[in-house]
């Protein structure tokens, strides 16, 4: 079974609609982090989480909001989509006991916004 | 000027060929730098960790720079599963930052 994991995989939806993309990890890792990946830009942090009680924007958060519901669920909504949105969306997680900043990916969310 | 910039490629190779890809950082101040693999459709895995000694691991060879601010990927033997888009990612604690990567294709 994977370790990082995301629900839905696929999802088309239309501009103005509240979309919420879930993570759940096996890992036991403290840390979690939501990006997206477009074309000739490459992964960009949105979000990011420490532990249960900790929430930090990344380098793009306007537009979204994320809420880490126990340690091994870290979920990430759009409030109201809006069609630059469409992207492919990566969960991760890492260890806060390792000196290196491994990141382990989930296999990503397509999302269209119509 | 994005943070971690590299080329795009694509670098399309023969079988057995040795190909290098080189990665630039703008932050003076990252600490932590790695090389992912990310086939198409597929989630980012860490290829390897890259230290300031340079390090090797099989046919992969990865150095840093920190007087230059750059980072290398050395891949030796080029086998046609070795095709994938490589990141570069730089960056300390919280802020890892990602190239957007350079894609590699090896052929027969």
């Known amino acids: 079974d994977a370790d990082v994991t995301q629900t839905p995989r696929n999802r088309i939806t239309k501009t103005g609609k509240r979309i919420m993309l879930e993570c759940s990890q096996t890992?036991?890792?403290?840390?979690m982090y939501w990006y997206r990946q477009d074309p000739g830009l490459g992964l960009r942090l949105i979000y990011y989480s420490f532990d249960v009680k900790d929430i930090n924007k990344g380098e793009i958060s306007d537009g979204y909001s994320v809420s880490r519901q126990a340690q091994a669920k870290f979920s990430l909504s759009l409030e109201s989509a809006i069609p630059n949105q469409t992207a492919l969306y990566f969960c991760?997680?890492?260890?806060?006991?390792?000196?290196?900043?491994?990141?382990?990916f989930g296999p990503g969310t397509r999302l269209l916004v119509l | 000027r994005k943070e971690v910039e590299q080329d795009p490629g694509p670098f399309n190779v023969p079988e057995g060929a040795t190909v290098a890809f080189n990665c630039t950082y703008s932050n003076s101040a990252s600490q932590s730098f790695f090389w992912y693999r990310q086939d198409c459709r597929k989630e980012p895995k860490l290829l390897m960790s890259?230290?300031?000694s340079g390090n090797e691991d099989g046919r992969f060879t990865a150095q840093l720079n920190r007087a230059s601010q750059y980072i290398s990927l050395l891949i030796r033997d080029s086998k046609l599963s070795d095709s994938a888009t490589y990141l570069c990612?730089?960056?300390?604690?919280?802020?890892?930052?990602f190239g957007a990567g350079t894609r590699l294709t090896v052929k027969p």
């Open positions: 990612v730089g960056g300390k604690n919280n802020d890892m930052r």
């Open positions: 991760a997680t890492s260890d806060l006991r390792t000196e290196q900043e491994t990141q382990y």
């Open positions: 890992k036991g890792h403290d840390r």
């Open positions: 890259v230290y300031s």
